[in-house]
Each structure stands twice: as structure tokens, then as C-alpha cells.
């Protein structure tokens, strides 16, 4: 049964940083193109950034510079490491092979001072 985790959102201040997780069960995350969205309050789901299964990385213009996203084939788990976080950051964030629709429960991730 596919399944994915998210965790590691939180509170943080503006500058901060913080490492989202996305713990896979099911398949393998190197073996997919995998993704990750975001949806802030009132807004639909808007693409973040994604990583090939060669390991060739693509973001979003508004993280660029800012996010990194990578993965451990050992823990089977994708990262989304984000620094420099802004308030327009607030969002849900989400997880997901590239093809695919989110499903899971996402982690809130909140930038305010």
C-alpha cells in the first residue's frame, strides 16, 4: 500500500528555517519523479518544487535560491530543507509522486513573527 508522511512543519519566525520530511512506504522515492505542493489558506494546491528519479531538481521561481529539495533512498524519504522562509510562505505542504494528486495529511508550516 502506497503511503506518504509528511512532518516537520511548525511555527517559525521570518529568516527562519525549517526541514519538511516525507516518509514513503509502498514504493521507493528514488525510483519516482517526486514533488512537492503547497496550499495556503483560501488557495488551491501550487507546485513547490520536484526531484527526478535521476536526481535532477527543478523549483518553483518564489523558493528558488531559498529551498532545496533531496532524498534518502536508506530512509526511503524525501526533504524539502527551506530557508530564508517568508510570511507568503504559509502554507500546507504536501508531498507526492509528480504524477500524482496529494492524499496525505500534509504539515503546516506558519511564518510570522
Known amino acids: 500500500q502506497v503511503q506518504l508522511v509528511e512532518s516537520g512543519g511548525g511555527l517559525v519566525q521570518p529568516g527562519g528555517s525549517l526541514r519538511l520530511s516525507c516518509a514513503a512506504s509502498g514504493f521507493f522515492v528514488s525510483s519516482y519523479a517526486m514533488k512537492w505542493v503547497r496550499q495556503a489558506p483560501g488557495k488551491g494546491l501550487e507546485y513547490v518544487s520536484q526531484?527526478?528519479?535521476?536526481?535532477?531538481?527543478a523549483y518553483a521561481d518564489f523558493v528558488k535560491g531559498r529551498f532545496t529539495i533531496s532524498r534518502d533512498k536508506a530512509k526511503n524519504t524525501l526533504y524539502l530543507q527551506m530557508n530564508s522562509l517568508k510570511p507568503e510562505d504559509t502554507a500546507v505542504y504536501y508531498c507526492?509522486?509528480?504524477?500524482?494528486?496529494?492524499r496525505g495529511q500534509g504539515t503546516q508550516v506558519t511564518v510570522s513573527s
Open positions: 526531484i527526478t528519479s535521476g536526481g535532477i531538481t
Open positions: 507526492a509522486k509528480r504524477e500524482d494528486i496529494p
